[in-house]
């Protein structure tokens, strides 16, 4: 018997040798994990195994992820992978604002859903409500924002953005997302407008310590995680 396992996942696949795959990779980085292909077993399995982390597909037979993972938001804080096979889904189910905290697209290499639950579940063990308070600090009102006691000189756009990210630290927001949080009428930019803020943004966080706290989340946008 090896050692313990470092966390149990929770796999909700009904592709039987897809699950097989993920199940190897999670098994070899440390995890252990049981699999159900059955949408409707799901919340059975998940009060039964409290697992730490549920790795969800969409599309299930009998119920679909997106139900699920709305139950799984009103009983538990656990952390959900989503698994969607068109990359399309993403920015529609980042619209509909379930509370997943990640998303990955099929095909997918295992080795990278091992990497997102590792990050997934890092970030989740510093969740800001029991972490020590963060390096950033914002005034609303003054509408300013300092690292460590230092002011950061930031416009109006860029500081609606680092209020915005840095809000729900963790969490995955489309550029369309944060036009909508950006600009009263968004209408009048463009994914690259966004881009040029985060740029700026990035630039000027790097200068005092925080060059990595915006990352990009590749095909989807921008996540806060200091
Ligand atoms: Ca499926």
Sequence with gaps: MNADPIGHILIVEDEPRLAAVLG?????????????????????AFRAQKPDLVLLDLMLPNRDGL???RE???????????????????????????????????????????ARVHAVL????????????????????????????QDLDLTQVEFRLLRTLAAAPGRV??????????????RIVTDRTVDSHVKNLRRKLGE??????????????????P
Excluded: N
């Design 24 to 44: 190897d990779y999670l098994r070899a980085a440390g995890y252990s994990h049981d699999w159900i292909a059955d949408g409707a077993q799901a919340m059975d």
């Design 67 to 69: 139900d699920i993972c």
């Design 72 to 114: 799984l938001r009103r009983i538990s804080a656990v952390p959900v992978i989503m698994v969607t096979a068109r990359a399309e889904e993403i920015d529609r189910l980042l619209g509909l604002e379930i509370g997943a905290d990640d998303y990955v697209c099929k095909p997918f290499s295992p080795r990278e859903v091992v």
């Design 122 to 149: 890092r970030r989740h063990l510093h969740d800001p409500d029991t972490a020590p308070a963060m390096d950033l600090s914002i005034d609303d009102e003054a509408c300013r924002a300092s690292v460590r006691g």
């Design 173 to 186: 927001y489309s550029r369309e997302q944060l036009m909508e949080r950006l600009y009263a009428d968004h």
């Design 208 to 225: 005092l310590g925080g060059e990595d706290w915006v990352r990009s989340v590749y095909g989807v946008g921008y996540r806060f995680e």
